[in-house]
């Protein structure tokens, strides 16, 4: 393997060994600490324009397989490792990480101290950072002034609606950057789901009379969506609505909360998650950056249902108002615990007893 290098923002340099494509990435430079479920990692569009650190060892061991990717092609700018397993094997392997990583185009990075470099990114914050194959003079310099896309979802959305048809209630799900496995859930509820993308309006996402809304997880920072927040508002007003991690932050926004964002964001499936009016635990699979401010919710319609463990952060919402929620981490898993599985099982109930109450109403 040839040197390559991983250049911070802050000068700090890490030399390892090149894989995959050929260097020049530059990204959001953040660390995962999952053990498994690289595959889902890289291709979730959550991770668009960010470089991921894996904090576990030993990467790539069980190979590339055809369907545990959440997107089609690789999200991530780069991927870091300690190690990339030489001798890959599992029954369902189709091709190894290094070669898959080579054909989509994707650099990488191995032979470094990713503990080193995950106790960096804790104590200064996550910040920019470069993958080059050669260190020049004004390498850090480029750096430091360049400008990171700030509107990614619009990279990351559909341009056009489309079906996952099935036999039970119509869900219109709008996508910031869905997730595959988000729509598997919803299949296996035999959800009829319709995909719009991220700058739909109200009126277009009525025009088929859904049963509820979802708004999905997606890429970036919470205010680059704003366009997105009149939808919400007018959509929640009429139908059970519940957002995921970006659409959890576009659905506190859109009923006047804040967001911050993190010195380090969660990113990984070991986040324990207590329920407010449970006393059981959920461990959750997370991937954001940015989190809801709590002071922002005061004169809001809207309480906590769910918070982190490790830093009480907020994971979740509810209106007092309207027949809507949200939870930042991912019910959906892929990879990770089904702990908050049955979350998508609580929007369903939800949705059941908004038409009972309407149905009522007729009466």
């Known amino acids: 393997m040839a040197k390559r290098y991983l250049v911070l923002e802050n000068g700090s340099i890490y030399t390892g060994e090149a894989f995959g494509a050929a260097a020049g990435a530059v990204g959001e430079l953040v660390f995962n600490t999952g053990m ?74 191995t032979d470094i101290d ?48 489309y079906q996952n048809p099935n036999t039970g209630v119509t869900i219109a799900l709008i996508d910031f950057g869905l997730k595959n496995s988000i729509l598997r859930s919803l299949a296996a509820r035999q959800c009829n789901v319709v995909v719009f993308p991220a700058d739909v309006d109200a009126k277009t996402v009525l025009e088929i009379d859904p049963d509820g809304v979802m708004l999905s997880n997606g890429p970036g920072d919470p205010q680059s969506v704003s366009y997105a927040i009149p939808t919400i508002q007018a959509l929640q007003k009429v139908k059970p609505l519940f957002g995921i991690c970006l659409g959890h932050q576009l659905f506190a926004m859109a009923n006047g909360a804040k967001t911050f964002k993190m010195k380090f964001g969660h990113r990984g499936f070991n986040h324990a998650v207590r329920s407010i009016d449970d006393p059981r635990l959920a461990f959750t699979s997370q991937n954001h950056g940015y989190a809801v401010d709590e002071g922002s919710l005061i004169n809001t319609d809207l309480i906590v249902t769910y918070r982190e463990i490790n830093d009480n952060t907020i994971e979740g919402l509810k209106s007092t108002v309207y027949p809507a929620f949200s939870a930042q981490f991912h019910p959906d898993a892929a990879p990770g615990p089904h702990d908050a599985d049955t979350i998508f099982d609580d929007f369903l109930q939800l949705i059941a007893a908004d038409k009972r109450r309407k149905n009522a109403q007729k009466i």
């Open 114 to 161: 990713t503990r080193a470099l995950t106790k960096e990114l804790r104590d200064q914050g996550v910040m920019k950072a470069a993958l080059v194959d050669q260190l020049a003079a004004d390498t850090l310099p480029k750096l430091r002034i360049q400008q990171l896309p700030t509107n990614q979802v619009q990279a990351v959305t559909v341009h056009s609606g």
């Open 36 to 109: 498994t479920g690289y595959q889902e990692t890289i291709t979730d569009l959550s991770y668009a324009n960010q470089m991921i650190v894996f904090t576990y060892p030993l990467i790539g061991n069980y190979g590339i397989n055809r369907d545990d990717s959440e997107s089609l092609r690789p999200a991530a700018a780069a991927i870091v490792t300690h190690e990339v397993a030489r001798r890959p094997s599992n029954w369902r392997m189709q091709i190894s990480l290094t070669e898959w990583a080579e054909k989509m185009n994707l650099p990488g990075i």
